[in-house]
């Protein structure tokens, strides 16, 4: 498992559809997720420190959790099947692991709100995590280990995300509302 951190989210001004970019914590890659305006704007006000006036599903799901008697422990992005990212919410509750099928979205807006680790599946990282240089372009170098054949596919069905990074202008979620 690869540790992320949620580095941005960006907005694209031509489409405004919304992109998480998770990047290692030990290393260069980001993964671009495709969010709602919804989920990101629940990460987003996390990550800014802005408190809603009432609570957001996922400040709800934290607080269910808590009075359950369990803590969350991780998310994991498991799995990336046909364009689609697939998460896991794993819990502990009295003393097991109970682990919970979610969007990745959701995940990562329950992981903000509970400050536990993003860990992303090597398999995924490798499939649909990209190299981005200083201007947030993605560099020419491919990532993976698979064979050439399954990269072209890949590239192709993954080019659609490279497109839309390239037109997003970047906001910048880590400043604490105030700061």
Known sequence: MIETVVESIRVSLVTQHRVVILK??????????????YEAEAI??????????????????????????????????????????YARIVIQQNGRAVEIDSRPSDAIALA?????PILVDEAVMDRAGVVLDGDGEEEPTAI???????????DERLSVFREFINTLDLDDFDKKKGN
């Open 112 to 116: 903000v709100r509970s400050r536990v």
């Open 144 to 154: 993976g280990v698979e064979s050439e054949a399954s990269e072209r596919v890949d």
């Open 24 to 37: 290692e914590v030990h290393g260069e890659r980001h993964l671009p997720i495709w969010i709602g305006a």
């Open 44 to 85: 987003a006000m996390e990550l800014q420190g802005v408190t809603a006036a009432r609570p957001l599903p996922y400040d709800l799901m934290k607080a269910v959790i808590g009075d359950m008697g369990g803590t969350v422990e991780r998310i994991v992005v498991s799995d990336l099947s046909q364009d689609v990212f």
